[in-house]
């Protein structure tokens, strides 16, 4: 089974009971340095990132993506890893920073992959997204697969959308992050 195109035992219980809610976040280079300092120790990595969730002028840059992620990440890149740059990076960044995969999912994006997935948002339209979600591979759909998921989908893609574009005006980082 899977998450957001991520491998799960197949003893896991169904996808849809571990999806978690799904947080963006906008770093500049001074508050990347402790996240990039942590990777290895996934315990200090959270705690990091939760401090930064409690950081009221930290959280107002960041963008939620509830549970939107998972079948966002599923149309837009269904071969996880092996998917096409940038469309992969919109969920799944461009590299993992967590060490436990069972426990959590946190990504990073620089300033130059963040342009190119900011780029990659602005050519993507709702009916490009629609078509990708229609193709997406039945063993990656959520139960709640169809009309009502995809408006559900989209909603939050419009504010990834600008959340990118905002991020690469600035040049920030972008760290994704959800627990499993």
């Known amino acids: ?3 957001g195109a991520r491998s799960l035992a197949p003893d896991t219980p169904k996808r849809r009971e571990l999806v978690e809610l799904g947080l963006h976040f906008r770093l500049d280079d001074e ?6 300092e942590a990777v290895g120790d996934d315990q200090r990595l959270r705690s990091v990132l939760s401090a930064y969730e409690e950081d009221e002028a930290v959280y107002a840059r960041a963008c939620e993506t509830d549970k939107a992620w998972d079948p966002i990440a599923c149309a837009l890149a269904p071969a996880a890893e092996e ?3 940038p ?4 969920i799944g960044g461009a590299r993992a920073l967590q060490v436990d995969d069972d426990e959590s999912w946190i990504t990073h994006l620089d300033p130059l992959e963040v342009a190119d997935v900011a780029g990659y948002l602005r050519e993507l339209d709702d009916l490009q997204f629609s078509r990708l979600y ?5 063993e990656l759909r959520n139960p709640e697969y169809g009309p009502d998921e995809e408006r559900y989908a989209l909603t939050w893609l419009t504010a990834l959308r600008q959340f990118f574009a905002a991020a690469d005006e600035e040049r920030a980082h972008v760290v994704f992050t959800v627990s499993l």
């Open 83 to 85: 998917g096409p740059w």
């Open 134 to 138: 229609a193709q997406m591979p039945e």
């Open 87 to 90: 469309a992969r990076g919109v």
């Open 31 to 36: 508050q990347i340095a402790p996240v990039l």
């Open 1 to 3: 089974m899977v998450v």
